[in-house]
C-alpha cells in the first residue's frame, strides 16, 4: 500500500499508536494513612520508625481508655488522618498511634445555618459529597481535597479561598479529647482557648473528635487568568483582593531557565452572582497528560522551558471557563505522584508578608539555580497563595498578610544530598525571615530549631 497517498492512514496509525503509548504510561496510585504494621513512615520515607502500636479508632469511650492507659503507662500517643504531611508528625517511636481515618461521620447538616457538623477522620471530599445536594460549599480549604479535616485543622490550612481567613476561623465547635483523656465541647468563646492552641498544634493539645464548621454557598465563578511579571505581582494583588469582585486566586512564578522567576501567571474565579446548576464533582481528568508534562519539567533546562509554555498555553485556555467553588476546591493530585527509587520530591512553603514579595524574590535568584538540569537538588513549581493576616492562632504562620510559595522540590537520598537540600532550604528560610516571613511546619523538617523559634516565637 503507498501509504503517502493515503495520509489518512498514516494519520490513523500515528493517532492510536500515541494513544496506546498515552494510556499505557504507569500512574503511581500511593496509598496514605497508616497501614497496620509496627515499622512506620512518612510521605518522604525518610524518617522510619517502630512504634509500639496502631490503634484504629471507632468509638469515643475506646479512645478515651486508650489516652488514659497510655498516660498511666508513661507513653506517648500521636495522631494520623490521612498522613499526608511530610515529616514524621503522626508517629512517635515507641509510641501509640490513633489512626483517626474510620472515625469519619457525617453527624449533622444544617441547611438554614450553612454549618456542617463531621467527625475528624473524615476527609474533605467526604464533606464536599454531603453539601453538594443543598448547593453549599466550604469556606476555607486546601486546593485538594484529599486530606483529613482533623489533619487540616491541626496544621491550620490554606488554599485558594481570599475572603474568609484562616482555616481555624471557620470553626464553630469542636468536641475534643484533651491530653487528659477528658472530652470536652469547645466554642469559640471558651475561657480557656483551647481552638487557638489545638488548630495549628500538630496534634499536640488533643485529639480532634468533630467539629462544626461554617459554610457558604457553592458559587459558580468564572475563571479569569493573566500573565504578569513578578515586580508587577504586589501591586496587582492588592487590587484584587480591595475589588472584591474574586473569591479566589492562585498564582505560578516560572522555574524555567529563560524565564526563571521573572514571570507570572494568575489564577482568579471571579463571582457570577449565579450557584451551581449544573450539581456534580469532578474527578480527576487529564491525568496522564499532566504526568507527562510534569515529567517534562523535571529533566529541566529546554524541556522545563517548554513546561512553561505548555503552562502558559493552558492557563490562556481555561480563560472564561465556568467552575463551581466545590471543583474549585478540589484539585487533581494524581499526576504529581512521584516514586523513583533513591530521590524524593518533596513541598516545602515560605511565606512573605505581601509588600516584600518583589525584594525576596530577587534575594530567592541567590539561593536556587535557574538552570538545575545537572543539580542534585532541582526545584520543579512555585504556586503563590494568600494567608489572611491570623488573629487566632497560637502558632501562626501568618503574622500579616502573606504570600505563600509552595515549592515543589527534588532531590536524592544519598546521605550527601539529603545534607546540600538541607542547606539550600536553610539559606532560603534566612532569607524568608530576613524579609519579615516565616515557614510552614506540615513538610519535612530542614530548618533548624533556631529557624523555627524566629518563625514561630510563641512556641
Ligand atoms: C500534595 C499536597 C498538597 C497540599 N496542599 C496544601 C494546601 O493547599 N494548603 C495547605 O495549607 N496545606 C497543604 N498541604 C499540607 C496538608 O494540608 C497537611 O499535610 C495536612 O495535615 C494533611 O492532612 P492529613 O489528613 O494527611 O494529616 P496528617 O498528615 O495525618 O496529620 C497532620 C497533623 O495533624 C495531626 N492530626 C491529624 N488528625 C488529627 C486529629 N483528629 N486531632 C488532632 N490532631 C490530628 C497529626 O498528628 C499531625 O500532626 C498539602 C500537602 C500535600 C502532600
Do not use: C
Not at 501509504?3 to 496509598?31: D, M, T
Not at 468564572?222 to 515586580?231: A, F, P
Not at 504529581?336 to 535568584?365: N, S
Not at 523538617?445 to 523555627?452: A, D, G, L, P
Amino acid at each position: 500500500m503507498d501509504l503517502v497517498k493515503k495520509p489518512w492512514f498514516l494519520g490513523s496509525v500515528v493517532v492510536i499508536f500515541a494513544a496506546v503509548v498515552l494510556w499505557n504510561i504507569p500512574i503511581e496510585k500511593r496509598k496514605y494513612g497508616l497501614s497496620q504494621s509496627s515499622l512506620v513512615t512518612d510521605y518522604t520515607g525518610l524518617l522510619p520508625e517502630r512504634v509500639e502500636r496502631i490503634v484504629v479508632a471507632d468509638n469515643r469511650d475506646d479512645l478515651q481508655r486508650i489516652v488514659k492507659q497510655a498516660n498511666d503507662n508513661g507513653q506517648q500517643i500521636s495522631v494520623a488522618g490521612l498522613q499526608h504531611s511530610q515529616g514524621g508528625h503522626t508517629y512517635y517511636k515507641d509510641g501509640v498511634v490513633v489512626d483517626m481515618r474510620s472515625f469519619n461521620r457525617i453527624l449533622e447538616l444544617d441547611e438554614h445555618q450553612k454549618t456542617i457538623r463531621v467527625e475528624a477522620g473524615a476527609t474533605w471530599e467526604a464533606v464536599q459529597e454531603a453539601l453538594l445536594p443543598y448547593g453549599l460549599a466550604l469556606k476555607v480549604t486546601q486546593s485538594q481535597s484529599i486530606f483529613t479535616i482533623g489533619g487540616s485543622l491541626s496544621v491550620n490550612a490554606h488554599g485558594r479561598d481570599i475572603r474568609f481567613g484562616s482555616m481555624a476561623e471557620t470553626v464553630k465547635e469542636m468536641t475534643l479529647l484533651t491530653p487528659a483523656g477528658e472530652i470536652m465541647n469547645v466554642t469559640r468563646d471558651d475561657p480557656d482557648e483551647w481552638m487557638k492552641y489545638v488548630f495549628g498544634g500538630y496534634g499536640l493539645f488533643g485529639v480532634i473528635l468533630d467539629v462544626t464548621l461554617e459554610l457558604t454557598d457553592n458559587d459558580l465563578y468564572v475563571i479569569q487568568t493573566e500573565k504578569l511579571k513578578t515586580s508587577e505581582y504586589p501591586s496587582y494583588f492588592t487590587q484584587l483582593v480591595n475589588q472584591q469582585q474574586t473569591a479566589m486566586h492562585y498564582a505560578r512564578v516560572s522555574v524555567a531557565p529563560s524565564s526563571f522567576l521573572n514571570e507570572m501567571y494568575v489564577i482568579n474565579y471571579n463571582y457570577t452572582d449565579k450557584q451551581d446548576h449544573k450539581n456534580f464533582l469532578k474527578k480527576e481528568q487529564g491525568v496522564r497528560l499532566s504526568k507527562i508534562a510534569l515529567d517534562l519539567g523535571r529533566q529541566g533546562g529546554a524541556l522545563e522551558d517548554l513546561f512553561w509554555t505548555m503552562q502558559k498555553r493552558y492557563i490562556t485556555s481555561i480563560n472564561n471557563q465556568e467552575i463551581t467553588r466545590n471543583n474549585a476546591m478540589r484539585s487533581e493530585s494524581t499526576f504529581m505522584e512521584y516514586t523513583k527509587p533513591g530521590r524524593v520530591e518533596v513541598l516545602q512553603e515560605f511565606f512573605v508578608p505581601v509588600h516584600a514579595y518583589t525584594e525576596y524574590i530577587e534575594d530567592v535568584k541567590q539561593v536556587i539555580q535557574a538552570n538545575d538540569k545537572h543539580d542534585d537538588f532541582k526545584v520543579h513549581n512555585i504556586t503563590i497563595r494568600y494567608a489572611a493576616k491570623d488573629n487566632f492562632t497560637t502558632l501562626n504562620y501568618a503574622k500579616e498578610d502573606m504570600l505563600g510559595l509552595v515549592v515543589l522540590m527534588q532531590h536524592g537520598v544519598k546521605e550527601e544530598e539529603v545534607t546540600n537540600a538541607t542547606s539550600i532550604i536553610q539559606r532560603w528560610t534566612d532569607i524568608t525571615l530576613e524579609h519579615g516571613g516565616t515557614y510552614y511546619l506540615p513538610y519535612y523538617r530542614y530548618q533548624t530549631k533556631e529557624q523555627f523559634r524566629r518563625s514561630y516565637p510563641a512556641w
